[in-house]
């Protein structure tokens, strides 16, 4: 069965440094999403993401984060300047071609800013 | 502004039981109501959805009510089993592009 993959499963980095998470959605489907879930609590909406642009943005994706589809395979999350309350869960997620479609998870990175 | 609450915060059910969690929402303009289910250091993964043109779906032993009306809707797992512990949320969307997601329901089933 397809699936959401996420790399890396865990990163550790210092405030203030740049991360990028990857994320390959399952092949042919044509949204592609961002969540976060800092510990023991709920899912947050990031961005999402369609037609190689965002479609729409919660107030938490501010300018220090970004989104690109580099290639036809992956897409990442950049955090410019990580802060300690950056530290959280982050999710990928992917639908096909209609935007009500049963989304799928990937497994997450976890982030520590330190 | 919480867009959807979900209650209670902890369940904990005999084996056997009927676990309920309920979710309440208030933009009318939402039509899609989905709900996951989480395991530790895994992703969401989706149990059961339903618009709000039915009032009621059922897939299995997971059965979701839907009150357009009370703008609530709610997860009953039926025969609940100590498998079924897990974190579940609830979550609506309108556009389809972002989703609200509850703040979650951690089910504890015992044997």
């Known amino acids: 069965e397809p699936e959401v993959t996420q790399t890396p499963s865990h990163q550790v980095t210092q405030m203030g440094q740049e991360v990028i998470l990857r994320c390959v959605p399952i092949?042919?489907?044509?949204?592609f999403y961002w969540y976060r879930q800092i510990l023991g609590q709920k899912v947050e909406f990031l961005v999402s993401f369609y037609n190689n642009e965002i479609s729409e943005k919660s107030e938490i994706f501010d300018d220090q984060f970004s989104v690109e589809r580099p290639d036809g395979s992956n897409f990442t999350l950049k955090i410019r300047s990580t802060k300690l309350e950056d530290s959280a869960m982050y999710f990928c997620a992917s639908n096909g071609g209609l935007s009500t479609d049963t989304q799928y998870f990937g497994p997450g990175t976890r982030l520590t800013v330190l | 502004q919480q867009q959807v609450k979900q209650s209670p915060q902890s369940l904990i059910v005999q084996k056997g039981g009927i676990s309920i969690i309920n979710c309440a929402y208030e933009?009318?303009?939402?039509?899609?109501f989905p709900w996951y289910q989480q395991f530790p250091g895994k992703g969401p993964a989706l149990l059961i959805a339903i618009r709000p043109d039915v009032s009621e779906k059922k897939e299995g032993r997971f059965t979701i009510s839907f009150n357009k009306s009370a703008k609530q809707f709610s997860l009953h797992i039926m025969d609940s089993q100590p498998g079924d512990s897990a974190t579940y949320f609830c979550?609506?969307?309108?556009?389809?592009?972002?989703?609200?997601f509850g703040t979650g329901t951690s089910l504890t089933v015992i044997p």
């Open positions: 933009n009318t303009a939402f039509d899609y």
């Open positions: 979550a609506a969307t309108n556009t389809g592009n972002q989703f609200y």
């Open positions: 092949s042919n489907h044509l949204y």
